[in-house]
């Protein structure tokens, strides 16, 4: 199952943008032979701000994949139970994940309700470039799961 990040925006050149195509090559290599992977990073710029822009962009981006959304108000997961959540998503014969994270003013309620579920990374705010290193740490994390590598430590 191919794994996407798509985000509006550039992740710019800093350590964060580092650090998050770091981990997305890893879940690379990690997650292939369970079946997970490539993970894309995928940045995107709409010719014009605002909610309604950003969310045609994404849904125009993440055609045809399973989605999900990264928003303040979702979901909290342990690392454990976010591994098997794309255990099962990939084991119900999903062919692509993507999470979504929004610009400066979030999602538009659109991405909202065409995704599957809404992920939170706590009830913090958290920097656009850093939210994608986190997401795609915690990607990583759950493929070094699902692979038995000792990665995780419980």
Excluded: N
Aim: charged letters at 25%.
């Amino acid at each position: 199952m191919k794994l996407s990040i798509v985000a509006i925006g550039r992740a710019g050149r800093g350590p964060e943008a580092e650090l998050a195509s770091d981990y997305a090559e890893r879940v690379g290599r990690t997650g292939r032979a369970i079946g997970l992977g490539p993970c894309d990073l995928v940045d995107l710029e709409p010719k014009k701000s605002g909610p309604a822009p950003e969310a045609a962009a994404l849904l125009a981006a993440t055609a045809g994949a399973r989605l999900i959304a990264c928003d303040e108000r979702g979901r909290t997961f342990s690392s454990r139970a976010f591994a098997e959540l794309i255990r099962d998503i990939r084991d119900g014969g999903e062919r692509h994940l993507a999470f979504v994270i929004g610009g400066a003013d979030g999602l538009d309620a659109s991405v909202r309700d065409a995704a599957s579920m809404t992920l939170a990374f706590g009830p913090q705010t958290w920097p656009h470039a850093l939210a994608r290193a986190m997401l795609a740490e915690q990607i990583y994390r759950a493929t070094s799961l699902l692979a038995g590598t000792p990665y995780h430590r419980d």
